[in-house]
């Protein structure tokens, strides 16, 4: 089954802590991008990758990391995570432009 | 920018009607997309259309686009609880940029 897959589900952490969220996807996509939902502001892109190796800021990109090693894989790295980065998280992949997205489940984090 | 807004912000109705929800842009676009969410969940592709289409049709979904007045409308016709969700719009313009509107609340009660 094509998917995008994101874990964990739910994350609390403290201010600092360096954390990981991590994305996957199955379909071969070169194309890769992270996003947070904050109420009455939509979807935000943070970063995004157009292959291997190759990765961009989207709107809101500070405070972020992200890598791109294989075609698969693209995790989001908070180094020193704050409050304000208490967000929803979505990783998404397409195959390319002009194309939909394709959007995992999801990444509910907290920081305290 | 070129962030898509929809209107309404929340649209309530009964079952059996139609939901129209629209969204504007600000700039030419390759095409732009309909998505859904159900409760902060991932969103999910309903339908593209394209800058030289006018509109477009998926089972129950009318798509719109009016690239004179940068707008375009969904139309869901025979709404069923089940079409309780958010709706966002997500417009292209540039290579692999899709900006996505705040999205409109559309609750279809029983």
């Known amino acids: 089954e094509a998917q995008v897959t994101q874990n964990p589900r739910y994350l609390i952490t403290v201010t600092g802590k360096k954390l990981t969220v991590t994305c996957s996807q199955n379909m071969n996509h070169e194309y890769m991008s992270w996003y947070r939902q904050d109420p009455g502001l939509g979807l935000r892109q943070i970063y995004y990758?157009?292959?291997?190796?190759?990765?961009d800021k989207g709107d809101v990109p500070e405070g972020y990391k992200v890598s791109r090693k294989e075609k698969r894989n693209f995790p989001l790295i908070l180094e020193s995570p704050s409050p304000n980065q208490t967000s929803l998280y979505f990783c998404a992949s397409r195959g390319g432009v002009k194309e939909k997205l394709f959007f995992g489940s999801g990444t509910q984090l907290s920081v305290l | 920018s070129q962030q898509g807004e929809e209107d309404p912000q929340a649209l309530s109705i009964q079952e059996g009607e139609n939901a129209t929800m629209n969204c504007s842009y600000k700039?030419?676009?390759?095409?732009l997309q309909w998505y859904r969410q159900n409760s902060g969940r991932g969103l999910v592709h309903l339908i593209l259309?394209?800058?030289?289409?006018r509109e477009k049709h998926s089972g129950r979904l009318r798509v719109t686009l009016d690239t004179s007045k940068k707008s375009s409308s969904l139309l869901i016709t025979a709404s069923r609880a089940a079409d309780t969700a958010s709706y966002f719009c997500a417009t292209e313009a540039s290579s692999y940029k899709l900006i996505f509107g705040s999205g409109t609340r559309l609750l279809v009660r029983p």
């Open positions: 990758s157009m292959n291997v190796e190759v990765t």
């Open positions: 700039t030419s676009i390759n095409n």
């Open positions: 259309i394209r800058s030289n289409e």
